[in-house]
């Protein structure tokens, strides 16, 4: 694992009183410690508001990322927000097909490029209809010798790509009472690269400026600093368009070279992943080195972010209450306050997830914004 340290030396304590549904208490993670106080739980997610605003706002959610498209329905969020001291985010995401067509309707979109094999694997991914797709991991760290991203990502290097984007946060910034904008998807179908002509081009380019760089060395920094840059550019464009707007992202999908690279995105608040949602379900202490990345690392580049991690919960593989229980004391262990959770819709339609989340966050721990 690139940028892991090895943390062998971290004791694992998986907080007993936390996991039989007791108020846990503030936890110490080295320099850091975690109190209850400082806790803060996003979610990102769908559905109508009036079904999700209030239930949200009882399991301890002081944050919900959700689609602006349906305005009546992204103005009711708002509106609810308020009065449940819910901050309300626009999702923005790097697959959204339509915000192109909105911004350049008689354009094909510039899509991203794979290679040959890349290809192939992902023709064997969309084959695979077993449940638990040979154990790929949609996006997160892969397990298998070769992942790609199903979906299909528009390639930033096309200058039209970030026009489009910034037409789309002009848009969700319009709002009235919106707390900011969300980036998603902002990375590499094959978590590395793209292939198409515009990227070759740039690349080629890059490599000039960098005539001693072996060239796969030149594309990994290539891809990563325009992918940063890309991210950077957005969030200061955001701030020119409303000041107060907050801008949070979730880093995915995963890039290899450097799977924790949140750090260097100069944005409110960097949500990174340190419990995904698939089987092999990731080890607690492998959770807990990450949380402590995530949030001692934050401010390694730039003052501004702060650092959260996500938890995925999903329907399948289903994580019971004592799992959820256990990923999230892993986190607080780790010394990371901020928790991100994907889709908030599966916490809040299961009694057992929304407990564990409640222990964690509901009552008195919501600092309430
Ligand atoms: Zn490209």
């Given at each position: 694992m690139n940028g892991i340290p090895v943390l062998c030396g971290l004791a694992l304590a998986v907080n007993l009183a936390a996991a039989l549904g007791q108020a846990p208490s503030p936890v110490s993670a080295g320099a850091a410690t975690v109190h209850a106080g400082n806790r803060i739980l996003t979610g990102w997610g769908g559905g109508k508001a009036g079904d999700v605003v209030p239930k949200a706002a009882e399991v301890g959610f002081s944050e919900l990322v959700v689609h602006h498209d349906d305005a009546a329905n992204f103005e009711a969020f708002i509106g609810l927000g308020k009065q449940h001291g819910i901050g309300i985010y626009a999702w923005l995401y790097l697959g959204d097909i339509p915000a192109w067509k909105k911004a350049f309707p008689q354009a094909d979109p510039p899509l991203q490029v794979m290679s040959p094999d890349e290809q192939e694997t992902l023709k064997k991914i969309q084959a695979d209809k077993t449940p638990g797709k040979s154990r790929y991991q949609f996006g997160g760290?892969?397990?298998?010798e070769r992942e790609v991203l199903e979906t299909p990502l528009l390639c930033f290097h096309d200058p039209r790509v970030i026009d489009a984007f910034k037409k789309q946060i002009r848009e969700m910034l319009s709002f009235p009472g919106v707390k900011g904008v969300a980036f998603d998807y902002f990375g590499y179908r094959n978590y590395r690269c793209c292939l198409c002509q515009t990227s070759q081009m740039q690349f080629e380019t890059y490599q000039n400026k960098h005539p001693g760089l072996p060239r796969e060395q030149a594309l990994e920094r290539f891809s990563l600093e325009t992918l940063v840059d890309f991210n950077n550019r957005l969030s200061a464009y955001a701030r020119t368009v409303n000041p107060e707007a907050k801008v949070i992202t979730h880093?995915?999908?995963?890039?290899?070279?450097?799977?924790?690279?949140?750090?260097r995105l100069d944005l409110d608040v960097c949500t990174q992943t340190a419990a995904w949602y698939f089987e092999p379900f990731w080890s607690t202490e492998k959770i807990k080195a990450y949380a402590h990345i995530i949030a001692n690392e934050a401010n390694r580049y730039h003052p501004r972010p702060h650092g959260a991690a996500l938890i995925g919960v999903g329907r399948y593989p289903l994580k019971s209450g004592e799992r959820l229980t256990a990923e999230l004391q892993a986190i607080l262990d780790g010394g990371c306050p901020r928790v991100h959770v994907c889709s908030f819709n599966d916490v809040l339609t299961n009694p057992e997830a929304a407990k564990s989340f409640h222990n964690f966050f509901g009552g008195n721990y919501n600092p309430g914004f």
């Open positions: 760290e892969p397990v298998n880093i995915y999908p995963v890039f290899l070279a450097e799977p924790l690279y949140g750090n």
